[in-house]
């Protein structure tokens, strides 16, 4: 089977649900997988050297924050794209992970290619949606095949406004590889060092962070990933900004806690965070803002909601153990992406 994984998020952003998810389809007997993406992206955000196991291609589809502005040539280079996607790759299934997608789809359609959709989110929720956003998902998800959900709460939605529409719950999860590295070589513990992962954008609680920082002022706070929104003065909290993958299990493995302080927004309800995967597997202390999609980590993470409740965490944590090399090799056993891609093709 002649997959395209036609991904919103770049082959070179920090890496993410689509590139692992693609790489793990390729994995599997029998696929054939390429990853395309947009041509035009901000490349100051990129991560430099990053490179994909499955072959990449680019296909000239406008912008997301341009297309309301070039309506016409969004349809045009939309069908465009469709038409070199068929004619360099003859792809019997097509999958898609946005809205933006919904015209290259309708011409794939036209062509009798299978379609998917890979739901990473509740994207209606983000403040940039437009209505014509929230329309063409409307239509993206009738339109497919089957909608791949990586969250339950992202399916039951879906099966409210589209109860005929397929779905199948497909978690984010973990590279063995990357994870079995980390077993190797952990390195030493930083001592005081709380690290986030990830994009930081408006729903990040940096009053938890500040707090923190106040109560403990042997605690320094790295912001490790990309941000979208200013990031508070402070002498010991610090945006490092991208770094690549490896790097990234390196500082999660060194850490004396881990977190995720975030508002529990309706966009947040319907996310299962990648990152909280690779915190499990770090083998070191998670802090969490709690809500219901993480109620399958168990055990693995400390769920908190509120300020103080999170302080009181995080300085509980600092110095403790981490977990043992027997649990974390289970934990990855089952939450990896090879599981996760075998489930995908299964809903086929």
């Known amino acids: 089977m002649r997959i395209a994984y036609v991904s919103h998020v770049s082959s070179r952003w920090i890496k993410q649900r689509p590139h692992f998810l693609s790489e793990a389809l390729g994995r599997i007997e029998g696929v054939d997988i390429a990853f395309f993406d947009s041509l035009f992206v901000?490349?100051?955000?990129?991560?430099?050297?990053?490179?994909?196991?499955?072959?990449?291609?680019?296909?000239?589809?406008?912008?997301?924050r341009l297309r309301e502005r070039l309506k016409?040539?969004?349809?045009?280079?939309?069908?465009?794209?469709?038409?070199?996607?068929?004619?360099?790759?003859?792809?019997?299934v097509v999958v898609v992970t946005h809205a933006r997608?919904?015209?290259?789809?309708?011409?794939?359609?036209?062509?009798?290619?299978?379609?998917?959709?890979?739901?990473?989110?509740?994207?209606?929720?983000?403040s940039d949606a437009t209505q014509a956003d929230i329309d063409a998902?409307?239509?993206?998800?009738?339109?497919?095949?089957?909608?791949?959900?990586?969250?339950?709460?992202?399916?039951?939605?879906?099966?409210?406004?589209?109860?005929?529409?397929?779905?199948?719950v497909v978690r984010n999860a973990l590279d063995r590889t990357s994870a079995e590295s980390v077993f190797a070589a952990p390195g030493a513990v930083e001592a005081g060092a709380v690290r986030y992962i990830g994009t930081v954008s408006e729903w990040f609680r940096f009053e938890d962070v500040l707090?923190?920082?106040?109560?403990?002022?042997?605690?320094r706070v790295e912001l490790v990933g990309p941000a979208d929104v200013q990031v508070p003065s402070h002498p010991r909290l610090v945006a490092i900004g991208p770094r690549p993958h490896?790097?990234?299990?390196?500082?999660?493995?060194?850490?004396?806690?881990?977190?995720?302080?975030?508002?529990?927004t309706p966009l947040v309800l319907g996310v299962d965070p990648v990152k909280v995967y690779e915190y499990v597997v770090s083998g070191r202390p998670v802090v969490c803002s709690d809500y219901p999609e993480l109620a399958h980590f168990g055990s693995d993470i400390s769920r908190v909601a509120g300020t103080e409740p999170f302080v009181s965490a995080v300085l509980a944590s600092k110095g403790a153990p981490g977990r043992t090399q027997t649990d974390v090799r289970f934990f990855v056993d089952q939450n990896n992406w090879d599981t996760r891609a075998r489930s995908a093709m299964g809903a086929l």
């Open 72 to 92: 016409a040539a969004d349809a045009l280079l939309s069908a465009v794209s469709a038409l070199l996607l068929l004619v360099l790759w003859r792809p019997h």
């Open 101 to 126: 997608h919904q015209r290259l789809v309708r011409v794939l359609r036209a062509a009798r290619v299978r379609i998917v959709y890979d739901c990473m989110d509740l994207n209606r929720e983000f």
């Open 211 to 219: 707090a923190l920082l106040d109560a403990a002022p042997d605690v």
């Open 42 to 64: 901000k490349r100051g955000r990129l991560v430099r050297d990053q490179r994909l196991s499955v072959p990449v291609r680019h296909l000239p589809l406008v912008p997301q």
């Open 246 to 264: 490896a790097e990234v299990l390196s500082l999660m493995a060194t850490s004396d806690v881990l977190v995720m302080p975030f508002e529990i």
């Open 137 to 168: 998902e409307h239509r993206l998800r009738a339109a497919a095949e089957v909608v791949w959900c990586s969250s339950a709460a992202i399916a039951d939605d879906i099966d409210s406004t589209h109860p005929g529409t397929k779905t199948r």
